[in-house]
């Protein structure tokens, strides 16, 4: 379940939000996730560097908060969620970070070997509304 106020809590214990952003920046980086992984599966063109930067900024966090010793949360799970517990841990989290920037390069390199170009968002966008038009018999 999507709880920002947890989420700001998170972002708040490594003190680099000041105070009056934290809900915000909590709800811009899970929209921006989402965002992000909808464009993926859609295969939107800026989609992939979206995730990629995000990525670049969790681990630069995760390092961050190792290099301070905090025992925070990485945020990734929510408080109650059993993965959590499981999961628990900075190290852990930026380890696991790093693994996906294997699955990133690996995106990026199939995509230059077969010289494959994401849709242009205009270009869904047109698609979409084609198909909509069709569907519901607004010919025109």
Do not use: Q
């Not at 969620?81 to 628990?88: I, R, S």
């Amino acid at each position: 379940m999507y709880d920002p106020l947890t989420f700001a809590t998170i972002i708040e214990a490594y003190g680099i939000v000041s105070d009056g952003l934290t809900l915000l920046v909590a709800v811009a980086l899970a929209s921006l996730e989402v965002l992000g992984a909808m464009g993926l599966l859609l295969d939107i063109r800026g989609s992939l560097g979206v995730i990629a930067g995000l990525l670049a900024l969790f681990i630069m966090i995760l390092s961050y908060g190792i290099w301070m010793g905090l025992d925070a949360d990485c945020g990734c799970f929510g408080p109650e969620d059993p993965e959590a517990k499981a999961f628990h841990g900075l190290r852990s989290a930026l380890y696991r970070d790093l693994l996906m920037v294997i699955g990133i390069i690996c995106l990026y390199l199939w995509r230059y070997i077969r010289s494959a170009e994401p849709v242009r968002m205009k270009t869904f966008l047109t698609m979409c509304l084609r198909k909509i038009r069709m569907g519901c018999g607004c010919h025109g």
